[in-house]
């Protein structure tokens, strides 16, 4: 497609429930990032992966997040037992990935899928 | 750690003024590279403009410009000219070549302009 698409756009879930929040990075873009928005604040690092292989999960909080892409394209991130303080916009963003100097590393991002833990 | 500061929270500013909004970084890093996002209210992000550490210059893009000083590890943004679509999140963020590659993003600052 032409940009990042993430589905759902919003997502309303009991506590306790599993969720799954898929993104579709733009063609080519070997990079996949995915980050938390709470209200007010800047986006929070949670996961990046570089092909099909996660190379920097520092950023998720708990065991409960889980995050894959196994062809290198699509990623899905998996959150168990959900909780009220998970309530936030999950952004995905691809990009080139190439590294050196011609790939500045901007990030394209999707709309956001917008989690609501009741 | 790589670590960006946005001190401002809100700024409110006249149409057609030109504003700065402010952001430090720290890294130690050598190559690592600066960028500012917009996010209005509709929630999307939007990239303005990019920064290497390396680059002589200071980048610009249209009514941006970042405003780079090294030694001082400051990258602000200025808008020149601002218009009340510019109301908006803006964000500063940086990307470490050679280490996390991640970006890390500051906390941001919500811009009004005033009609």
């Known amino acids: 497609g032409a940009g990042v698409s993430q589905t759902p756009s919003n997502k309303v879930t009991e506590k306790g429930k599993y969720v799954e929040l898929r993104c579709d990075p733009i063609?080519?873009?070997?990079?996949l990032y995915w980050y938390r928005q709470s209200l007010g604040q800047g986006p929070e690092f949670l996961i990046y992966?570089?092909?099909?292989?996660?190379?920097?999960d520092s950023g998720l909080p708990n065991d409960r997040f889980f995050a894959v892409r196994p062809e290198g394209s699509v990623s899905t991130l998996k959150i168990q037992r959900t909780e009220r303080g998970d309530s936030a916009v999950y952004l995905c963003a691809s990009s080139l990935g190439r590294g050196g100097t011609t790939d500045t590393g901007e990030l394209f991002f999707g709309e956001g899928s917008r989690l609501t833990v009741l | 750690a790589q670590k960006i500061t946005q001190t401002q929270p809100g700024m409110f500013v006249q149409e057609k003024e030109a504003v700065t909004l402010d952001c430090t970084y720290d890294?130690?890093?050598?190559?690592?590279?600066l960028f500012w996002y917009k996010q209005p209210s509709s929630g999307e992000m939007i990239f303005l403009i990019y920064q290497g550490s390396y680059d002589q210059q200071n980048a610009t893009e249209g009514r941006y410009s970042l405003n780079f000083q090294k030694a001082r590890k400051s990258a602000n943004l200025v808008i020149s000219a601002s218009q009340l679509g510019d109301s908006a999140m803006y964000f500063c963020a940086m990307r470490e070549i050679q280490g996390a590659q991640k970006l890390v993003f500051g906390q941001g600052t919500r811009l009004t302009i005033n009609p």
């Open positions: 063609s080519g873009h070997t990079a």
């Open positions: 890294t130690s890093d050598p190559s690592y590279g």
């Open positions: 992966f570089q092909g099909t292989g996660a190379a920097d």
